[in-house]
């Protein structure tokens, strides 16, 4: 991200013409909601009246969003501190209730910049400022020549802190940060929020379908949580294998946690709530089973967490999910719902996937600068396996997690090569709706470019290890390397596509 914060006057010079207001946000790599840029420039204009001529404020960013809270309308960042406004067209109760709500969720990320920092909202049918007070939850009238004059005298920072913040500071795995998920030190969005209201307000199976990254994961050992909470037993399914994290959850919450594989043998009805963690892997038989509980026992939930296009081998099932979770639906036994918003994933690696796996899928030059993908991906060209290690281990010991493709037990794989070399990797069916800090993961000649320029399978193996690669990639949070090896065209895409600075310069 490479936004350019504005100042008070610019925007002032800048929004009465369209076109110019236009070209400026696309300059600034910002965007503004129509009401959003009435109302601001109306308290541009009250602030300007109580600016001497040689006085501006800058330090001014919009419409700031990292999808775990509601977005920030305003947010003025000095060396002082952070200041976050809200636009309202209206002054009511009810406008008060929701901005004091915004503001409380906000403060907890606003907190993480280590920064002091204050809430006011702007009602714009009064043109009046308010000061929120957390220690009371009220908002108080605070006078705008006043603060005019006190932003006036701070020093503006060309940063934007919260887009400074890492991912990891707000974003936890439950199995991974199992302290911080159970003191609650995470954030639900309000479309992550509205899921959980819906599943807990009436008993009947959900669907709740969403691509990697949407938090599917942790809604899922939330909503255990509270029910446990709420004195119900919750039986905690999970499509993949099992390994420590579930095995501490499942005693700290006091739940039961097991494999998918092991839910026929199991006494559903003693449940109150039943879980299903990546759904689409299930095998017809535990699909059919629960799906037949759950039509007999509809005073109580069952909840599918699924992603639809996720396949890792010809058994994964997400439209069959679909279609179940839409017949549940249909029938008025339950809802499928949908997630949209991604809170997990790295926004640059997600982009350098996707057009890793499909060249004509460009990352926007308005959201993306080549600066935001090299400060996060690292590409190395090796000509063959034994010549990667070296770097892989390397890379390893500075807190890396080293990501392979699942193995072939019918016949050679191309992990193979590292699976007995290692004493400490994760296959992709492992890290299946988890994410790491800092991911190394290599690419072979096991996939190839069709003529589309999409990146598919070019190997026997029973695993789709295209799809795999994917998911290794996308699990990576703050930093990813790469070991291409053997793979020219691969490696020719990144380095002449992708990652090419005539091409980034160009389009700039």
């Known amino acids: 991200m490479k936004e350019v914060p504005f100042t008070i006057r610019e925007f002032k010079s800048v929004v009465e013409n369209s076109r110019l207001f236009n070209d400026a946000m696309a300059y600034h790599f910002m965007e503004m909601k129509e009401i959003e840029k009435d109302n601001f420039t109306l308290f541009t204009d009250l602030i300007l009246r109580n600016l001497d001529d040689n006085e501006d404020i800058g330090g001014l960013y919009f419409d700031t969003d990292i999808k775990v809270t509601p ?103 439950p199995t991974e940060n199992i302290e911080g998920f159970l003191k609650g030190e995470y954030y639900l969005n309000e479309q992550q929020r509205g899921v959980e209201e819906i ?9 709740v379908n969403g691509e990697a990254g949407t938090g599917k994961t942790l809604i899922a050992f939330d909503l255990a949580k509270k029910f446990k909470n709420l004195d119900k037993k919750v039986l905690f399914i999970f499509s993949g294998n099992l390994h420590e994290g579930h095995k501490t959850l499942a005693e700290e919450l006091n739940i039961t946690i097991i494999p998918a594989k092991q839910c026929t043998m199991m006494d559903l009805d003693e449940f109150d709530l039943i879980i299903v963690d990546e759904a689409q892997k299930l095998y017809p038989s535990s699909r059919v089973w629960l799906y037949n509980w759950g039509r007999i026992n509809n005073e109580k939930n069952l909840v599918f967490f699924y992603h639809v296009k996720q396949t890792l081998s010809s058994k994964d099932s997400g439209h ?38 499909d060249l004509n899928n460009k990352p926007s030059p308005k959201r993306f600068s080549l600066d935001d993908f090299l400060n996060c991906i690292d590409i190395k060209y090796f000509s063959s396996a034994k010549i990667a290690k070296p770097w892989i ?54 996939v190839a470019y069709n003529n589309k320029g999409e990146l598919k399978k070019n190997s026997k193996e029973y695993y789709f290890i295209d799809n795999e690669i994917y998911v290794n990639l996308t699990r990576a949070k703050e930093k990813l390397a790469i070991a291409i090896i053997g793979n020219f065209d691969v490696y020719e895409a990144i380095t002449e596509v992708i990652l090419n600075p005539e091409k980034w310069n160009k389009n700039s």
């Open 320 to 357: 069959l999910i679909l279609n179940l979770c839409k017949t549940i639906e249909k029938d008025g036994m339950g809802r499928n719902l949908y997630l949209s918003k991604k809170i997990r994933s790295n926004p640059a690696i997600t982009a350098f996937a996707n057009n890793l796996f």
């Open 393 to 446: 281990r390397e890379l390893v010991k500075k807190g890396y997690k080293f990501l392979i493709p699942a193995g072939d037990r019918m016949g050679e794989a191309s992990s193979d090569k590292f699976r007995y070399d290692f004493e400490e990797f994760f296959d992709t069916h492992n890290i299946i709706g988890e994410e790491r800090d800092k991911v190394v993961t290599y690419i072979d000649e096991c």
């Open 199 to 207: 599943v807990m307000a009436k008993p009947g199976m959900y669907g």
């Open 71 to 173: 977005d920030f309308d305003c947010l003025f960042f000095s060396e002082e501190g952070i200041v976050n406004i809200d636009l309202k067209d209206i002054h009511n109760e009810e406008t008060e209730e929701k901005v004091i709500k915004k503001f409380k969720v906000q403060n907890r990320i606003l907190s993480l910049t280590k920064k002091a920092y204050s809430n006011l909202v702007f009602f714009a049918d009064e043109k009046k400022l308010y000061l929120f007070k957390s220690e009371n939850n009220a908002l108080v009238e605070y006078p705008i020549a006043k603060f005019s004059k006190c932003m006036a005298n701070t020093h503006a920072i060309s940063t934007n802190l919260i887009y400074s913040l890492k991912p990891s500071d707000y974003i936890i795995s």
